[in-house]
Every structure is written in C-alpha cells, then in structure tokens.
C-alpha cells in the first residue's frame, strides 16, 4: 500500500491525525469539531485557495473518502458531519474563486449547436509556447517522467470525477455521458480502460502505477485540478459544470496528446509507454464531437437554467488547465523541477 | 428504436463523420482496419495523420463543412 500522506499544514494534519483512525460510532465522544474551526482559520489565513496547500490537500483528502481511491482512508468517515461540514465550507471558498477567475465572455443562447460551437470556439488551439510543444521538442527524461507523476492524480482514475453526473442526468445528455465514458472505461475489456493503459504507461516508465503514490510530490495547483473535477462531479447542484468541464477535457486533449506522444517518443520511450498518448489522439477525436453537442449542448438546450454552469465549468477547467501547465513550463524552463521540494529521490530513478 | 443492424453516419459540423454500429473499415490495400472502438470518427478534412480516423487536426486548419446558417 503506498505510503500515507504528509500534511501541510495545521488543517491537513487534523484531518490526517483523525482519518488514521476509525470513526467512532455515531453515539461515542466525535472529538471532530475542532476540523470545522482548523478549517475557518485556515481559509482567513489564506489569500489564495488553489495554490494553498493545506487546504487543497485537506480538499483532496475529504473527496478520496469519496472515491475510495485511497485505500487506508477508512469508508466509515465518509458520511461523517464534521467532515462534509468541512468540506462545504472549503468549498465555497473555492467555488468563489474559481468562478471570479473563471467567465464566460459574451454566452450563446441554450441551443445545441450554439452552445456546441462556442465551446470549440472557447478550445480552439492557439499558437505560440505551450506545455505539450515543450514536451514535444525539448522535454528531458527526467521532465517527461515528472510529467506523468503529476497527470498520475487525475489519470489513474480517469474518468471518475464525471461519471458521479451519470444518475443526475436523463434522457440525451445521459446516453451522451455513458458512451463516452463507456469507451474512457475500455468498452468491457478492462485492459482497454484509460486508467489502466495509463497503468502501463506510469510501469513502463519505471514509476510507481499505485494510487495516490505521489500525492506527498505534487504542488496545490496539481491537487487543485483534480479537486475541481471532484467538487463539481460530486456536488449536484454543479451538474452543469461538471458536463462544461468534460467538454472542454475532451474538446483540449486530440492535438496535445499527438505531442506528448512525439515527445515520448523522441525520448526513446517503447509503445507501452506511449500507447496511451495515442489511444487519447483517436478516442477524444470522438469523444469532442459527442461531449459539444449530444452533452453539452443538449443538455443546455434541455435544460437552459443549467446553461451558465456549462459554460463556468469549461471556463475553469480551461483556466486550471492553463495554469497548471504553466507552473510545470516555468519550473522547466527555470532548470527547477515542477514538484515539491519534500520530492523522494526514488522519481529519478 | 434504432435497427441494430443499421449503420449510423453523423456529420459533424467542421468536423468529422462519427460511425456507429456494425461496419467493417477496408484500407486501400484490401486489408480491414482495426475498429478500436464502438463509435468512431471519420476524417473528413484530409489533414488527420492518423487516417481514416479523427485526430482533430480539422481545428489547426481552419477546416470548414459550410451549410450553416451564420450565427
């Protein structure tokens, strides 16, 4: 089992301190209301949510009680109230930065085709330096593994976040849903699951392909990313984000995927590394068409009070996408590496 | 209900045709072509390097189906 995780600050470390136990059974002493208080001194001490360490590792804590990703986080805290007190109070704070940060400039009407068009519109590839072009040309082994400890967060879990919306849609935008990510999730052969040819991707590169593995290495912004697919797939009232959010995912990931591929490539990684890069040029060529307007837009069309958090949650997913691949550029270029200091020796191999 | 026999082509404005149900893919050469996937999508700009399939190249190109109504 991977090594639990360090905390980073004072919220963090209540959390973990509690989470290494059982929870007590509902009529014993809960000793858990002091995380409510950890938790709004946490926040007025912060100036900025989404690169606070405490509190996007103590968000991502709170949300794998929910997934289940992380096997020592016990199931029985899951429903606790203190901790989904917490938790919405973390939230808030996030959502309202992530949605200062995050407008939608001059919104299509909540038609299918409209809303389809200005999201390939608001995706649409941009010239000039980027992450996947630094990966292609000029990345190093050591960058290239490092990129995938930090996609590692999201990627050995592909898919999940959104498919907490499953049950909250109906009728188009549902089916839309289930067949994109029927094929995320191999189309019935396990092996074909993106998660798990990212598995093969994370061994062929000699890192660790466990969960959770490299949570203690990555920054906030990393934590961040993952999170905002987590809060907005987990809370129904941010449905329409989370279906915004898988639009502009698929609708941002053919082109780059083709130059992570090269730069994987160039590097003199075999096909079991680079498999999955390719797998995602193919599958999200297809994915972009059916999450624009079978999901998204269909889902505006139908329900048009949902409109303005499609497009919110594009908006973010774009602006956390962006500025997450900005911190690895920067460190890169620097001769820094993106990932925390506290770094393992063991991930240069 | 849609005949599970039946082969559907969904044009995508700008984009490509996505193929759903049963069809066989034959290259120039005779040989079939791995179908990787239940729905999949067609170039129809000629710029994909991974053809027949989709690779979203269509977007860098400025690739349009016309058609439409202007918004």
Redesign the interface.
């Known amino acids: 089992m991977p090594a639990r995780v360090r905390p980073r600050g004072p919220l963090s470390a209540s959390l973990c301190a509690l989470l290494h136990r059982r929870c007590p059974p509902p009529e014993a002493p809960q000793r858990t209301g002091h995380l409510l208080d950890a938790a709004k001194k946490a926040l007025a001490a912060t100036g900025n949510v989404v690169e606070d360490d405490d509190l996007q590792l103590s968000l991502f804590l709170l949300y794998g009680l929910m997934y289940g990703s992380l096997p020592w986080l016990d199931a029985s805290w899951e429903w606790h109230p203190d901790l989904i007190a917490t938790r919405a109070l973390l939230e808030r704070a996030f959502e309202a930065q992530m949605r200062s940060a995050a407008t939608a400039e001059d919104p299509p009407r909540a038609d299918r085709e409209a809303v389809a068009a200005w999201l390939f519109a608001a995706t649409a590839p941009t010239p000039g330096p980027d992450l996947a072009r630094f990966v292609a040309r000029s990345a190093s082994r050591d960058q290239a593994r490092e990129f995938l400890i930090q996609r590692s967060i999201y990627t050995l879990r592909e898919a999940d976040p959104h498919s907490w919306a499953i049950p909250r849609l109906t009728g188009r935008s549902k089916a839309a849903l289930i067949e994109i990510q029927s094929d995320e999730y191999g189309g019935g052969d396990s092996e074909r699951m993106h998660a798990a040819i990212f598995a093969r991707t994370m061994r062929g590169a000699e890192l660790d392909d466990r969960y959770g593995a490299y949570v203690d290495d990555v920054p906030a912004i990393t934590l961040a990313s993952q999170n905002l697919m987590s809060m907005f797939g987990l809370n129904r009232r941010l449905l329409g984000a989370t279906v915004g959010h898988l639009a502009a995912l698929e609708m941002t990931s053919s082109l780059p995927n083709r130059l992570y591929g090269d730069g994987f490539r160039r590097l003199g990684f075999g096909v079991d590394v680079t498999a999955y890069f390719d797998e995602h040029v193919e599958a999200d060529a297809v994915h972009e068409q059916i999450a624009g307007r079978d999901l998204a837009g269909a889902l505006a069309q139908d329900e048009p009070a949902l409109l303005e958090d499609i497009l919110f949650g594009a908006v973010a997913g774009l602006r956390m996408d962006g500025w997450v691949g900005d911190r690895l550029l920067h460190a890169w270029q620097e001769g820094r590496t993106s990932l925390r200091p506290t770094s393992r020796e063991t991930i240069r191999a | 209900m849609r005949d599970d026999d039946l082969v559907t082509v969904t044009a995508?404005?700008?984009?490509?045709l996505?193929i759903r149900g049963p069809a066989s893919f034959i290259a120039e050469d005779g040989t079939p072509i791995d179908q990787?996937?239940?729905?999949?999508?067609l170039c129809r700009c000629g710029a994909s390097?991974?053809k027949p399939?989709?690779?979203?190249?269509h977007?860098?190109t400025g690739f349009t189906t016309g058609g439409?109504e202007p918004?």
Do not use: E, L
């Not at chain 2, 995508?12 to 490509?16: E, K, S, V, Y």
């Not at chain 2, 990787?36 to 999508?41: D, F, K």
């Open positions: 995508c404005p700008d984009g490509p996505i990787p996937r239940r729905s999949v999508a390097a991974i399939w989709c690779d979203g190249t977007k860098r439409r918004r």
